[in-house]
């Protein structure tokens, strides 16, 4: 075993700190809460320029032929910094699924574009439900000639509405297994007949409505196979539980930092409240579960950069992290008193984004199943 | 980074595997192995010797010492799956291979050395050890102790008592730890640390059973009993580095220890719950109970990543301070959780006797309920473990 980074991964993480940190201050952040795109284009651009939206790709579509473990590394310092830019939407959820199912076709087309920052992809998938389930994807597409006629709605779309693409999963077939039957589109998220709304949230990171009324798509513009997309989409859940955990993972970090810094800093009874064993030891147990998130994480990373099925490593590690973002920010608003719960503090701007980090790439209860059926139960 | 074990520890896994299905009786009752200790003394000494000709015992120490120079990984498989498979002795009374021994080949004289470590080595009765730390008003506050040693000619004279000591009725030897000096500015200066013969006039060793019944724990007596000088280990007055340094490899084997033997204990817990039928449902189709179960495992995955990180550490040369506090309190953790959560889904059945026909799995659970407050209190309790991160990794002002 060997828990240590490569000198080129230590290098990665530590140009990435730097980068994000004068790049992305958190008033800025802020401030995209409660713009209407949400999002920093320049910081997109520059990204692009760094090499980190091609991170994984190979050179043939602009890439850098990075690991999946490198691409881990970046998105915990994304996670650290809250960086709002839609990497997670276009990156994990599809750019890493055209790799593996598109088309020669497709990917000579949409990766170079992808990694020049060139254009914002999403995955649409969620419905009523809010399940990632098989048996929950029941927006229709029926095929009239060559083409596929989408009809239905999704909810909980990151990033939609700034969207070039949307990756759509789409009921195509009626079968006894709900898993089969499922197709995977790539719809222009332009396209006639589309509606997308954003639906607010308390993280302010914008997610959308997405309502399709009998929008065109050709047989060319299905990812993997017509009818075995669930396939496709258990590969996108998979990578993007770790992705989404290692964001987690970094501002899990980044809470405990500024609360143990905060308890060293803040004097009550003439001395730093970090004095206080009622403190140290709230704050000793949360060191203790962002390091069970890190290893967990890095544990799951690793496997899938080196093509080991990952699944209950990754389930272990997803279903862990989302119990302790929450957990770590109700501990550091605590440490942190009144100035905890405003709106001039950090640390309120993580909690609020928990619920969005529990959620996308599945929640607990999800993960905990996945567990537990792999554990023969 | 690579989470996967090397050819050589898989293939002293599947080994020892081997040597436990080969070498333990059918239906093995294990109950309460927290206690590392198994009713049958002589069978316990049994195993610890064909262990030691397998070179298992102590394999991370120096072929000259009787070990075979196998990493700390290897070590930490080797603790894993003992622990796994309920082997009894492996770990001698515990002081001996994981503390003891260590800190005398960094602080021993090279005739102390020669005698004690082959001793440990043997796996022989001669090689068990105890160790003397906790006194009646030394306890989390161990600076405190007062048993003293005064030096006289050649010898020490050791007066004082000792409690809470594992295995003290077992042990040949006591690694204790005295006061040489009570002028001292900071009481955890003028602390010496020496090698008692338990045979030595003035020793006495009185049982205490713990609240179920069980002779793990002892109160020792010195009475003038005499040590010769050469019996003292590292420098006079200077003990408390040796101290700190024989708690953190006592804290660092808890973890791989625990993982083995809980992992063990929810694999029978899994095969319990699809075996049993409530409501003619299966336990195991209740989604409470497959949920609770799930995050059991996902506690003993973290458990086993914590293990492995600190051996990993150590095999680098560098020496892990707050890790292995960290590890002691998952390890209590994941026994409590393990604890609670068997014990739920045994339901009623889960107050039966562990020796009972009543108690399911061999009474696995039934013993980690009893025991793991105990374990929690052994070799450091949460709160102290927890001011030791919080000192020296988060860079808190010391509060004790």
Redesign the interface.
Known sequence: MDFSLTEQQEMLRLSARGFLSTECPKARVRELDRDEKGYDPHLWHRMAELGWLGLVFPEEYGGMAGSFLDLTILMEEMGRNLVPVPFFSTIALCALPLLEYGTPEQKKRFLPQIAKGEAIWTLALLESSGKYEAAEIRLKAVLRDKNYLIHGRKLFVPDAHIADYILVAARTEESKRLEDGITLFIVDAKAPNMKIDIMPTIGGNKQCRVSFDRVRAHEDSIVGTASDGWQVLDFILQRAAVLKCAEASGACQAILDMANSYAKERIQFDRPIGSFQAIQHRLADMLIEVEAVQYLLYQAAWGISVGLPSRWQISAAKAKANQVFQQICIHAIGIHGAIGYTMDHDVGLYYRRAKAMEFAGGDSDIHREIVASELGL | ?????SQKELTLREEIRRFAQAELPPGWRRTTLIDGECRDFDFEVSMSRKLAQRGWLVMSWPEQYGGRDASL?EQTVYEMEVAYWGIPGALMGISGTQWVGPCLMLFGTEEQKKKYLPLIASGEKDGIWCTGYSEPNAGSDFANIRTRAVKEGDNYIINGQKIWTSAAHRARWCWLAARTDFNVAKKHHGISIFIVDMKSPGVTVNPILNYYGRHHFNEVFFDNVEVPVSNLVGEENRGWYLLMQSLAFERRSIAPMTYGNFKWVLEQL?EY??QTKYKSRLL?QN?M???K???L??DL??LK??A??V???IGRGEIPVYESS?NK??SDEVMKRVAIVGAEILGIYSQADPDSEWAQMNGAVHGAYLGFPGQAIAAGTA?V???I???F?????K??
């Not at chain 2, 990794?393 to 002002?397: A, S």
């Open positions: 980074m690579n989470f996967g074990l990984m899994i719950a699809n195991s989604p109970f497959r949920n179960l799930a995050e495992a996902i995955e973290t990543l914590f492995f990180q051996a990993w550490r960290r309190i998952m709160e473990e927890k001011s991160i919080a000192q990794k988060l860079g808190l002002p509060s004790y």
